[in-house]
């Protein structure tokens, strides 16, 4: 009996270093990729903000492609630069969600974009990805910020589709996803890295 406790808390323990190891591996430094994500698409939202509010051109829009062009390079030469020697189940698990969701966000952004009357704004889906993107993360590595994060920007994202279904014309949208995003995606990048040096505090090392 013992014996079988034992090994259960041996199990245990091995699922809570794994998913240590895997917020450790998602925060390497400053080069945090919810920090570039974040920051990216916040400035991105508002420089085309300023740019619909002097031109009144809605063809800047367009601007989402090659910033997330921009960011998915980035990101794609970081793993490669910063690739882990062995990979858990739960590293390629979210970068499989995380590589699912830019892929659906940027395809929404350009069959919508496409559109002469747009059915919806395009930053209604691409704030309902990132929300579930951080849902899963935040379950998958604990992270309750993530959690709380995601919960937030869903009545962000409708507030979103109802003012653009109210006046067709509003770029204030993109105020209110530039910010629902730095709260996202950049504040749990800075939540991850509070984790990580929690979860080194805690290391056998660390407390004797």
């Known amino acids: 009996m013992d014996d079988k406790n034992l090994k259960a808390d041996q199990s245990i323990e091995l699922i809570r270093q794994m998913i240590r190891d895997t917020r450790r591996r998602l925060s390497p430094g400053s080069s945090n990729l919810f920090l570039v994500w974040g920051y990216l698409i916040a400035a991105t939202a508002v420089g085309i903000f300023f740019l619909l509010t002097f031109t009144g051109c809605r063809a800047w829009q367009w601007l ?119 709260i996202g995606l950049a504040g749990s990048g800075y939540a991850l890295k509070r984790q990580v040096k929690h979860d080194a505090a805690k290391t056998p090392e660390n407390e004797q």
């Open 64 to 182: 989402w492609l090659p910033a997330l062009a921009a960011g998915g390079i980035f990101t794609w030469w970081y793993n490669r630069c910063h690739a882990a020697q062995v990979k858990s189940y739960t590293d390629r698990l979210l970068e499989q969600i995380w590589g699912c969701v830019g892929g659906l966000i940027a395809f929404s952004t350009f069959v919508i974009c496409l559109e002469t009357e747009w059915p919806v704004d395009p930053l209604f889906p691409a704030l309902l990805l990132i929300s579930a993107g951080l849902f899963i993360s935040g379950t998958v590595i604990h992270n309750k910020y993530m959690y709380y994060a995601s919960c937030l920007l869903l009545p962000v994202s409708f507030g979103i589709i109802r003012e653009s279904w109210i006046n067709t014309d509003s770029e204030g949208n993109l105020i209110q996803f530039a910010v629902a995003v730095l």
